[in-house]
């Protein structure tokens, strides 16, 4: 009786020993697995705000694009506003010179500067003509209508803030074997100088043209002294010579010289 009592009381204290150590166990498997799902629930968390931080990056480097684009084409939009004056010289009572040919300068001039603005305004720059029609700038009952209708050319070059105005002449000489085109500027004007030089290489390099021509500085010319813009005479050729008159007075002609002139403007304007 008494050995089946410790027996009993054997069994009864391993199973309260082997309950204790599974018990300890489950609390240790339950414990990690709470430590392992923190770790993993922050982990989460973690990457979650990294990809939060990413994706804000990458949004504030796509506005920071944006805007640099949007001040790209601003810079685009305004470097492409050129404007540039066109004057046909003479016109109205002042016939400018008369060709040997009896051709009339103001009529040469106001052609050739017609196919060079549109010339130009297919290369997206904007023409401002000083006069399209055969009348001068003054005014009928002006007693010094020479120098009102140079004024107002003047004032138009430097009112419409233009990088540059071409006037557009026909020259003449007592000999009559002289000719060729010839660019006249302002002598206190670098920019005027850079500019003829550029315009006579363009015309220089015309088939037609016997002999190539220099830039010639000048003090004296209205048109060089009284503007703020660069500005530049073009003589086209000599009406004075009677082979170059009659290339002149021809559509063909004024054409090559209108497409020198434009490919020289174009030229200056690219280079700044």
């Not at 003829?196 to 037609?208: D, F, K, T, V």
Request: proline content about 1%.
């Amino acid at each position: 009786m008494r050995r089946e009592k410790r027996t009993l009381e054997f069994a009864m204290t391993l199973l309260i020993l082997l309950c204790s150590f599974y018990i300890g166990r489950l609390g240790a498997g339950l414990s990690v697995g709470s430590r392992a799902k923190t770790q993993i629930i922050e982990g989460q968390s973690s990457t979650e705000g990294a990809k939060a931080q990413a994706n804000a990056g990458a949004s504030g480097e796509q506005d920071n694009t944006g805007a640099s684009k949007k001040q790209e084409n601003a810079g685009t939009t305004v470097q492409d506003k050129i404007t540039v004056v066109v004057d046909a010289g003479h016109g109205g009572i002042d016939a400018g010179k008369v060709g040997i040919n009896g051709a009339l300068e103001k009529e040469i001039n106001l052609a050739i500067a017609g196919k060079l603005k549109t010339l130009l305004e297919q290369q997206d720059v904007t023409v401002v003509m000083t006069r399209e029609t055969d009348n001068g700038l003054y005014d009928e009952g002006e007693a010094n209508k020479k120098q009102q209708d140079m004024k107002r050319r003047c004032a138009m070059i430097d009112e419409t803030e233009a990088v540059l105005a071409v006037s557009i002449h026909q020259n003449s000489y007592t000999q009559e074997s002289v000719c060729g085109p010839q660019v006249f500027f302002y002598e206190n004007s670098a920019q005027g100088r850079k500019l003829a030089s550029i315009l006579q290489e363009a015309l220089n390099a015309m088939p037609q043209v016997e002999r190539a021509r220099e830039i010639k500085p000048n003090d004296s010319y209205y048109i060089l002294r009284k503007t703020q813009t660069p500005t530049v005479i073009v003589e086209c050729g000599f009406l004075s010579n009677a082979a170059e008159a009659e290339r002149l007075s021809g559509e063909e002609y004024q054409e090559t010289v209108a497409e020198a002139v434009c490919a020289g403007i174009v030229e200056y304007i690219r280079e700044g």
